[in-house]
């Protein structure tokens, strides 16, 4: 297990244990939050069982044929499956891939190991040919489901998997790794996990001074938006690659401004936006600022699971919404809902 990621040890001794000792289970569904270290962990493991000579309740060994290849990122029996970035999801002609190499023999005479990546993205027709696969394994193969949300998993698929979730670390804990890790100070940290339920990775990311600018500068958007009253101004940094965590960043500065109308200063997460929050808490309703909130999650929904949307329409038509909520008074607000 890699030492830079203390907080994996214990979930990986555990199921290099179970493994070890009971076979295992053919097919590993791993939840958790994005950039918590699983992607660390599911290698890791793969490592192991691809190895010849492992150590069964350590590692790998680093040094036969199979450690080798593995390093050098070529291991013929080792396949990871991610989501095509123009579909954001994996199709049915990736898992066609995997059937057409698992009829093969294994080229090492091992096991073959196979990893999907956000397994929750599966199409309809791609999940069902998966679960064909995992209702009747191969001999010596391994299935790694990587995923957020395992609730968007066919339940059938869900119950052909051993169930493992990686949870986030202690908060305490995790302030002392960002300390050695991370840049920023000690109140930044605390809203880089904490904007990212805990996990570690993408906290240290979002440390970035190059990332953490580009939150600051929308939110210094939205309150110059704010003050002039045009939403409009939000568009070019939100219509970007990256929208989806900008749409994070913004629907929890929403959320915070509920939650200063009900007197909890204390829970906000942008602890370092309060004049910010203060503003969108006295210029709007409770309910404008839900319906936003709900306005903005459909958006994103719409975002990641329908193929040739045009974002930027997309954007536009929920910018113009949020800044026609800025004028509505609260009893059309109750009629309209």
Sequence with gaps: MEEGYPWLNTSYHQLIEYYATRGGHHALLLHAAADNGNDALAYALS???LCHKKHNFKK??????????MRAGNHPDYHRLIPEKEK??????????VIEKLSLHSHQGG??????????TLTETAANALLKI???????TYFILDCRNPARLLATLRSRCLYWHLASQDETLSMHWLSHHASGNPVDHIIALRLNSGALIAAKKLLKPE??????DLYSILHTALLKGDILLLL??????????????????LVDAMKWQQGAESCVLNQDQQPLIRQLANRMTGVSLSLVVQHWLICRYKLLSMIGLNRELL???QLLSWEQLLGVPICLLLYIL
Excluded: F, Y
């Design 47 to 49: 490592c192991w069982w």
């Design 60 to 69: 790998n060994c680093g040094a036969c044929h199979g450690c080798r290849l």
């Design 88 to 97: 954001n999801s994996l199709g049915i002609e990736l898992i066609r891939q």
């Design 111 to 120: 096991v073959k190991v196979i990893w999907l990546s956000q397994a929750e």
């Design 134 to 140: 995992l209702e009747e394994p191969p001999k010596n």
């Design 211 to 216: 990332r953490w600018k580009q939150r600051s």
């Design 236 to 253: 070019p940094t939100l219509n970007h690659p990256n929208v989806m965590e900008r749409l994070h960043w913004l629907c929890t500065l």
């Design 315 to 317: 954007l536009i038509d």
